[in-house]
């Protein structure tokens, strides 16, 4: 069966791609989290740590790993418009914890280990402090 080309090229196009994929990778982040949530307070009663967003940000990792090494350098350009779809998409979608992950890990196989370590840490103390301030700006509760 073949597609009209303007078919193909709306289906093949990167807005198309990233919004499907996005799309799909929210409303799993958000039903994933949802049921590992209540099962947490069935069986605990009560959340002592965050397991949904945690489970959720190795999944994604696992999943963008598979994804980047079966698309991402593929020669096909076809192929890679899958990463577009799965990889930027699905996983941004569902977690950018995923990308980060990534980045940190071609980091160090690049044998550049100070600057996954500076990504690293820094990536996590900005966000903690953007939180902080978004948070005193914004007036809600920050952390005294």
């Not at 890679?80 to 071609?106: A, I, K, P, V």
Request: glycine fraction near 12%; proline fraction near 5%.
């Amino acid at each position: 069966m073949f597609l009209p080309n303007w078919l193909a090229s709306f289906i093949t196009h990167p807005i198309t791609l990233l919004a499907l994929g996005g799309g799909v990778g929210a409303n799993a982040r958000y039903w994933l989290g949802h049921y590992i949530g209540q099962w947490q307070l069935r069986r605990f009663e009560r959340i002592e740590f965050p397991w949904a967003t945690f489970a959720i940000n190795v999944i994604g990792s696992i999943v963008l790993g598979f994804v980047a090494s079966v698309f991402l350098n593929h020669p096909d350009p076809a192929r890679r418009n899958w990463y577009l779809l799965l990889g930027t998409g699905f996983c941004g979608g569902f977690t950018t914890f995923s990308t980060f992950s990534l980045e940190t890990l071609e980091l160090m196989q690049d044998h550049r280990l100070l600057a996954a370590t500076a990504y690293v840490c820094g990536s996590v103390v900005a966000g903690i402090l953007g939180v902080w301030l978004a948070l005193k700006l914004g007036g809600g509760k920050p952390i005294p």
